[in-house]
């Protein structure tokens, strides 16, 4: 299968210290290249991995679960390993949710999850199993970004089989954030309308990091590494991940 122009996966070489940026559900590694380049800019080595089924078509994602995006987080990861001393994680929406699985899992610096969901707001859910008796697709309505649209690359209709591996993902994460030790930050949007707020601070007080840090947007949407406030979302990954990398 073809990949999207514009979805393909990235790397950009630098310092010892690596950044795995992990894009979200039914989009692409488009949506996490202006925060690479702008770490990349810092001295930090970037990998943008495309996990399994996106950035070409809904119908190959509607073939794929969770532990087959997971598997292109964890091939990211070891990639990356092999250039760097230390290794960092930065996710997006679903995207976050496997970052947080892989801080639970292997050794990584430091973790950032953005807009990642515990609760979504679509009141639809609980009639998944039914909707799928009927459909196996439900169209799916893109916000525009002011940025060029090569950035905003992911798929217009979403596999109702994909949502419902999803929400495996959210229980099975949910249930790892204990375990999760390593240095970590929260973003979260109280202005977007698709993961409720109330899942930033889920995700939050469950943590077991000793250092744990949740910051509040009150202008974006989902998206927010494309959003209005994307240049204060950098700026704050950016300092927690320890500012410019001495190592490049």
Known sequence: MAIIRGAEPFFLPGGEHGVLAVHGFTGSPAEMRLLADYLHRLGYTVLGPRLCGHGTSAKEMAATAWTHWYSAVEDGYHYLRSFCQEVSVVGLSMGGLLALKLANEYPVAKVVAIAAPIYIKDRRLPLLPLY?????????????????????????????????????????????????????????????????????????????????????????????????????????????????????
């Open 132 to 248: 799928r008796l009927f459909r196996s697709y439900v169209v799916k309505v893109r916000k525009r970004f002011d940025v060029d649209p090569i950035y905003s690359i992911g798929y217009d209709e979403t596999p109702l089989s994909s949502l419902a591996s999803l929400l495996e993902l959210i229980k099975h994460v949910a249930r790892q954030l204990p375990g999760i030790t390593a240095p970590a930050l929260v973003i979260q949007s109280r202005a977007e309308h698709t993961v409720r707020p109330e899942s930033a601070e889920f995700i939050y007080k469950r943590l077991g990091s000793g250092e744990k840090k949740i910051i509040w947007l009150e202008k974006s949407g989902h998206v927010v590494t494309l959003d209005l406030e994307r240049e204060a979302v950098f700026e704050h990954i950016a300092a927690f991940l320890g500012g410019e990398n001495k190592h490049g």
